[in-house]
């Protein structure tokens, strides 16, 4: 089983820069592959950005490429995400998530942290 703790959210200007992390407990973090999804009021949750187990393959939505970038340090059991040049429509609560392979739903996904607020002030 694995346990996910997410930090770094917060409220930031428009153009500016956060950057999330998220802290995973047990010796098993290195053969998951994580995500980070996000969900607005009223939207569905969404995946943003994920990482394969090594960290070699990434996947991005569309609308964040070239903001964000996903990595992973697999000695600290921790994945973070950059985010970078920030809009107002980037504000969610953001989500990291555990699964056996990159997937881009939500039922891909075994374990799950409990939140992080970010919000885009315009």
């Known amino acids: 089983q694995v346990q996910l703790v997410e930090s770094g959210g917060g409220l930031v200007q428009a153009g500016g820069s956060l950057r999330l992390s998220c802290a995973a407990s047990?010796?098993?973090?290195?053969?998951?592959?994580m995500g980070w999804f996000r969900q607005a009021p009223g939207k569905e949750r969404e995946l943003v950005a994920a990482?394969?187990?090594?960290?070699?393959?990434?996947y991005y939505a569309d609308s964040v490429k070239g903001r964000f970038t996903i990595s992973r340090d697999n000695a600290k059991n921790t994945v973070y995400l950059q985010m970078n040049n920030l809009k107002p429509e980037d504000t969610a609560v953001y989500y990291c998530a555990a699964g056996g392979a990159v997937a881009v739903v939500t039922t891909g996904y075994h374990y799950w942290g409990q939140g992080t607020q970010v919000t885009v002030s315009s």
């Open positions: 047990g010796r098993t973090f290195s053969s998951y592959a």
């Open positions: 990482i394969n187990s090594r960290g070699k393959n990434t």
